[in-house]
């Protein structure tokens, strides 16, 4: 059973960090690009940031310098965001595709799997 699983979401101040993770199963995992996308009601899917299979990542403009990704061969996909400001209050989730090497513009459409989300509220 292939299953994304995004956790650590929650409640933090401006300025804060947060750290979340994604756990992958039921796939192989090293044959995969992770990507970081997150929703605000009424808005589209917005990527932030993806993950090669080599380790190789690209985020948005918006979260450069402030937003980290980086996953291990335990199946685990680890976003790290700090500076956060109120604009990042989103639904985060975790998404996957099966390619070495990640789809260029971070479009949700280039993704097949999807975990459920997790909640960040920067207040």
């Known amino acids: 059973h292939v299953q994304l699983v995004e956790s650590g979401g929650g409640s933090v101040q401006a300025g804060g960090s947060l750290r979340l993770s994604c756990a992958a199963s039921?796939?192989?995992?090293?044959?995969?690009?992770m990507g970081w996308f997150r929703q605000t009601p009424g808005k589209e899917r917005e990527g932030v940031a993806a993950i090669s299979s080599a380790g190789r990542t690209t985020s948005a403009d918006s979260v450069k310098g402030r937003f980290t990704i980086s996953r291990d061969n335990a199946k685990m996909m680890y976003p790290q965001m700090s500076s956060l400001k109120p604009e990042d209050t989103a639904m985060y989730y975790c998404?996957?595709?099966?390619?070495?090497?990640?789809?260029?513009?971070?479009?949700?459409?280039?993704?097949?799997?999807w975990g459920q989300g997790t909640q960040v509220t920067v207040s």
């Open positions: 039921g796939l192989t995992y090293s044959r995969f690009c």
């Open positions: 998404a996957a595709v099966l390619r070495w090497v990640c789809p260029t513009g971070r479009s949700d459409e280039d993704y097949t799997l």
